[in-house]
């Protein structure tokens, strides 16, 4: 059996869950260690020898050598998989959404969450355009869900596990699903597909 790898996480992160999902769904054999961000984790002389970027997620092969950022992760991870399409067009249709993911979703519905979850600060402190711009985001894979089941036609794929992962949290960042009834049939058909259950 391969020596299992060593995922570094913090369970609150939907770019930590997305690894821990990916390595779960194909059976990849998986360690994984929690890190306290809010508690300053990512901060610790420990963690910083093996990420002076200071970031979760953040794997670790058997021989030391670190991989961070999780889009890349999930890529490496998923690389042959039935998650990464092999014709050459659907898969840079999947890279384009996992970019996206990074620019401008995350940016916004996850920052938002972080804003009002963790540090409980009030609406109208925050960035009004984490909520226009987050809620712009919303729309555009609503109107892409309309007409196919999955991000990248009818497959489940990498772009849908990096996008799933905060857009099902996106009420603790004061967006409200209710309007977007493709994103949330695509959120089960998601979820069902990965093997995970409903976000309370």
Known sequence: MAEPLTLYGDPGSGNCLKVKWVAAHLGIPALWRDVDVPGGGTREPAFLALNPA???PLLVFPDGET???????IFHLAEGSVLVPEA?????????WMF????SHEPYIAVRRYQLHYLKRS????????????????QLMDGTLERTAFLVGDALTLADVALVAYTRMAHEGGFDLTPYRAI???ITRVETGLGIGPYA
């Open 88 to 96: 050459a067009r659907p898969r840079a249709r999947m890279l384009q």
């Open 54 to 56: 200071g970031r979760v």
């Open 67 to 73: 991989l961070s950022e999780s889009n890349a992760i």
């Open 123 to 138: 609406p109208d402190d925050l960035d009004p355009k984490l909520a226009e711009r987050g809620a712009a985001a919303l």
């Open 100 to 103: 996206w993911e990074q620019y």
């Open 184 to 186: 949330r049939s695509w």
